[in-house]
């Protein structure tokens, strides 16, 4: 019997804490909503997972510990290692053709990093955050999980758990966080505005915009180039139609990989005594404000251009709102919303992801922006 308690009390069983259980909720929560409802489940589920792992007591898990997960931490995130290849990845994945059809819709993604500049501020000036940690919540604006978990290393790592949880999850709550902002700042006549068919982009166009997107960005913000650098390497990659093995590399099973050991390792910086705190609660609200405005800032901005367009070559204000760089997700959230508007007459699918791809380059300036002004 004596052997029995000795054995229980080493156990996790006698050293839980109702922080532990509380997380495990919230863990339970994010790997519900990825199975039941779809919501982000390539993330989540991993981040999820990994939040169940961190808060197994004795089992050394976290990534504040000396296990395997502080191993990939360190060497995958404190390094900036792993955000750089999945844009890397994504850049393999991304389409820029609708945006270089319509350079116009440039203008829509950086508009839709409003966001980010209200966020940061309120933050800092409504909570008490400091400078580098409003910039890191205020980057959750930009609906970019990785561009949010590069920038949270550099300047505030104490917050990368809940600002990740917070950049996924409202990434992942696009379609129900966008839609109701369309309705209120559009109206049914600017729903209905049918956009000309895009232009057709030559491949020596699509070639040198990586390159020369990687140049200029790089040497204008050079606190962005691992990000930009390393999506136009793989945007290339697709482009140059000589690299194909390396294309499928970079967009599939390298992707896969380093997702999987984010997502985990993300998950594993959420034990209870980093993650329940009063901090946490003001990320998450200041998150979804930082969205929030974000799609405003595109919607608005969208019809202010309008003001100065000729009639047939005005913008369907709702592509606005794909400006954020939740890709291509928040596209597929606006071709819907305008398709159901207008009975299906109207599809924006094409022109909506010009704004979106835009965005993707808009978050990871704006974080290097925020590194060169506050490393």
Same mark, same amino acid.
């Given at each position: ?39 982000? @489940? ?79 501020? *309120? ?5 008490? %955050? #400091? @400078? ?47 839609? @109701? ?31 020369? #997107? ?19 390497? *793989? ?55 930082? %969205?929030?405005?974000?799609?405003? *800032? ?74 060169? %002004?506050?490393?």
């Amino acid at each position: 019997m004596e052997t029995f308690l000795n054995l229980f009390a080493t156990s996790g069983f006698a050293n839980i804490s109702f922080g532990n259980v509380v997380m495990f909720l919230v863990a339970g929560t994010l790997i519900y909503l990825a199975i039941t409802k779809n919501y982000e @489940p390539l993330l989540l589920i991993p981040i999820g997972f990994g939040i169940t792992l961190a808060n197994l007591p004795l089992g050394d898990m976290g990534s504040y510990g000396e296990g395997v997960m502080n191993f990939i931490y360190r060497s995958g995130i404190k390094t900036q290692f792993l955000p750089p290849v999945i844009f890397l990845g994504v850049g393999a994945l991304t389409d820029f053709r609708p945006l270089l059809a319509r350079p116009l819709t440039f203008l829509l993604g950086a508009a839709a990093q409003l966001g980010i500049i209200i966020a940061a501020m *309120g933050a800092a000036y409504i909570f008490g %955050f #400091t @400078p580098r940690e409003a910039a890191s919540i205020g980057i959750i604006g930009g609906a970019d999980g990785p561009t949010a978990i590069f920038l949270t290393s550099k300047l505030a790592p104490h917050l990368l758990g809940p600002i990740a949880i917070a950049a996924y999850s409202y990434m992942s709550l696009v379609p129900i966080i966008q839609p @109701p902002i369309m309705r209120i700042l559009t109206t049914k006549k600017e729903r209905a505005i049918d956009m000309p068919q895009l232009r057709p982009v030559s491949r020596t166009a699509v070639i040198i915009f990586p390159i020369i #997107t990687a140049i200029l960005a790089s040497l204008w913000v050079p606190s962005c180039a691992p990000l930009i650098g390393m999506l136009m390497f *793989g945007n290339l990659l697709r482009e140059s139609g000589v690299t194909e093995r390396l294309r499928k590399t970079a967009g599939s099973a390298m992707i896969d990989i380093v997702t999987i050991f984010l997502g985990l390792a993300v998950g594993a910086t959420m034990d209870s005594q980093h993650f329940l705190k009063f901090d946490t609660i003001a990320i998450l609200v200041m998150g979804a404000v930082a %969205f929030s405005f974000s799609t405003a *800032g595109g919607v608005v901005f969208a019809k202010i251009l309008n003001l100065f367009l000729p009639p047939d070559r005005r913008i369907n204000p709702c592509i606005g709102a794909a400006g954020v760089s939740a890709v291509p997700m928040s596209a597929r959230v606006v071709q819907k919303f305008v398709t159901e508007s207008t009975g299906g007459s109207v599809n924006p699918l094409m022109q909506a992801m010009g704004p979106n791809v835009a965005g993707v380059i808009g978050s990871a300036v704006a974080a290097g922006l925020f590194l060169s %002004f506050l490393s």
